[in-house]
């Protein structure tokens, strides 16, 4: 029974970091075209806060796939969730999750606002909101996953 729980936690680990390797490399190509389009929106003088934003919200949805596979690696080479490391990436997704809705929009309205002499932006709106509820679940969940580490390590000394 066991065995076949470490195999299923293995073979998920596996293809879900294969599925994460997928939209990894879908997100780099986005990036790499919304870069090129603001480049050119730059270059005729077109200066657009949206282009801004969208090459930052990529490189912050790089980052937390990046960690996602780190993620799925080491359980999948380690067979189990709880682990230390597990916990501090989750944490990291959550961190990076609370900020990747944010801090481009900020970003974009605060070149906005120096590149066009003035102008409003919104520091804190519905997508800033999701973001950081949903960062901060991850988070607990990395707190969780760290209690779950304290379990397998008492189980394992327990053996």
Known sequence: MREKAVHEIESSSRALQVFVCIT?????????????????????????????ERVFFCLFYIVIQLFAIMTFRSIAKNKTPFLAEVARNIKIIGGLIMFSNALPRWISGIISLI??????????????MFGLVLGLIFFCL???FDYGCALQQQDDEML
């Open 142 to 144: 990395g707190s969780i």
């Open 115 to 128: 590149l066009n002499d003035g102008g409003v932006f919104t520091i804190v709106d519905g997508t800033v």
């Open 24 to 52: 990894l490399l879908l997100t780099v190509i986005n990036a790499v075209i919304s870069f090129k389009y603001m480049m050119e929106d730059i270059n005729i003088g077109n200066f657009s806060a949206e282009s801004i």
